[in-house]
């Protein structure tokens, strides 16, 4: 459990509201449509007109040194709609807890204090190192409990306010983690019911938890009387009555991905009602940005539009699908190439391509320079030389390492650690190998006195003086060709299998 405190908790009227004050509604107040969107509510009688509210009555507080069980509470660090949540002292083990009690009032009556009381006795039989675990569960006169992980780190919401959008390969572990820890669960019938950003901790040695299980259901659930859930992560299906499925978590988790990766929802916020907003979900087409990111493969696409889709059974069948496909665009871990080695991959591959065509613009030169009666094959030998590049560029394409880059054991990927497409690789390799390309071309065309030929001895002199620049004064690890192709040098340390 996290320290941060809970964002408050909202329950839709029904037939009234005890302790209650009427806060804006959403078309006046933009703090309140933030809230609506990202807190917790329960789903009742949308075609009354949507008011947000909020509790401000008593808020029940238990002082430093209450001893709940074994548990000796120490300090509040959250509240939320159906309780508060200290740091404890578990006296028994002598370890930090979270200890979260639960206020009966906020419920819907004994029946879902027991049935919340079930689904956490469910949770503790989780073993994950990506759920929260919980170590208890009792009461405290009327008042239930649970006593769970500390988690010291802040929710991903808070990280992504903080810091924006996440990194790609770190919002991609991400959800794999959560996708394993969800799966994890349903072998024991449980699903989550509530996934968002702000019920994933970070702890601080980086490892991701994924925390309140308060509206989870089992398998054997049968009281779905109220449709709880975040209306910005709800499925569509669950907006009309539907039951919550493994296909709605995998719903939530898509919108969670989304967050996490462009930091926003996916779905534009245009709205003044509750039953306005949730129509959005049903109705909305993904929101993706313009343009595309250059560190985020487009490849994702296809993960969040199956994880989006309005109807349940267009989505994935099961995580295991899902964690497929996830780790298909999940960048491999890399170590970009220092600057001696590439320098002396470069060096190698110029020396051998000039190597390679230099006969071709030797055997011009010389029949143009004696004045050869062969001049006539001139034309011939320079479509000839043409064969160098070509299979050159068709062996890279075809995903071939150049001998500079395999003798250094070099390799080429995207910004974002995935492998790069063909039509970039041939890009970089035009851009990398002007030097070989155009030297020998500059060299024949100088015995006509053309000025064509200080265009291209210009050309080339511009781009390695520009290469030059971003390595040393822009990015020591970068050339202006990665740059333009949004590409990057990594040493290859791929096992092969």
């Known amino acids: 459990m996290t320290t941060a405190p809970e964002k408050p908790e909202t329950q839709l009227p029904t037939k009234k509201v005890d302790e209650c004050s009427l806060v804006p509604t959403l078309a006046d107040s933009p703090i309140a449509l933030k809230l609506a969107h990202s807190a917790t509510i329960s789903i009742n009688h949308l075609e009354q007109p949507f008011d947000f509210y909020q509790a401000n009555g008593p808020q029940f507080e238990m002082p430093s040194g209450t001893m709940l069980g074994h548990f000796r509470l120490e300090k509040l660090i959250g509240r939320g709609g159906m309780g508060v949540v200290y740091r404890a002292m578990d006296t028994s083990l002598q370890r930090f807890v979270a200890v979260k009690v639960i206020r009966s009032t906020s419920l819907q009556g004994d029946k879902r204090v027991a049935s919340s009381l079930r689904e956490a006795v469910a949770q503790a039989r989780l073993n994950h190192p990506n759920v929260v675990t919980i170590y208890y569960v009792g009461r405290h006169r009327e008042e239930p409990f649970l006593a769970m992980e500390l988690v010291s780190g802040p929710t991903l919401t808070e990280k992504l306010r903080k810091e924006g959008p996440l990194k790609y390969d770190q919002a991609i572990q991400i959800v794999i983690d959560v996708a394993q820890a969800l ?98 979900q049903k109705t909305s087409t993904i929101d993706y940005p313009t343009p595309w990111p250059a560190t985020v493969p487009k490849s994702l696409m296809a993960v969040v539009d199956k994880l989006l889709s309005k109807r349940s059974q267009d989505r994935y069948a099961d995580y295991d699908s899902l964690l497929s496909d996830l780790r298909a665009i999940q960048p491999a871990r890399t170590t970009i190439a220092g600057f001696a080695g590439r320098i002396l991959a470069y060096v190698v591959d110029q020396v051998m391509l000039l190597l390679c065509i230099t006969p071709f613009a030797a055997t011009i030169i010389y029949f143009e ?123 290859d340390n791929r096992k092969e299998t």
């Open 183 to 280: 799966q994890h669960a349903t072998y024991f019938g449980i699903i989550h019911a509530d996934i968002k950003s702000s019920n994933l901790l970070l702890a601080h040695d980086g490892t991701i938890k994924l925390s309140d299980f308060g509206l989870s259901r089992t398998t054997d659930t049968t009281d779905d009387s109220a449709i709880a859930g975040t209306p910005a992560y709800l499925a569509p299906e669950l907006i009309e009555g539907g039951a919550v499925t493994v296909q709605s978590d995998m719903y939530a988790l898509g919108v969670t991905l989304f967050e996490l990766v462009f930091g926003r929802l996916p779905f534009a916020i245009n709205a003044s009602s509750l039953q306005e907003l949730l129509l959005t």
């Open 369 to 491: 320079s004696t004045r050869s009666q062969l001049r006539m094959l001139i034309p011939l030998i320079a479509i000839a030389s043409l064969i160098v590049p070509t299979i050159y560029l068709l062996l890279i394409r075809r995903g071939w390492s150049s001998l500079g880059r395999y003798l250094f054991q070099l390799r080429i990927t995207e910004e974002n650690g995935l492998p790069p497409g063909r039509e970039q690789l041939l890009t970089r390799e035009i851009l990398r190998n002007m030097f070989a390309w155009f030297a020998p071309a500059a060299a024949y065309f100088s015995l006509f006195y053309s000025p064509l030929d200080y265009i291209l001895f210009g050309l080339i002199a511009a781009f390695l003086i520009a290469e030059s620049a971003c390595v040393f004064l822009f990015d020591h690890r970068r050339t202006l060709h990665d740059m333009l192709c949004h590409s990057r040098v990594v040493l």
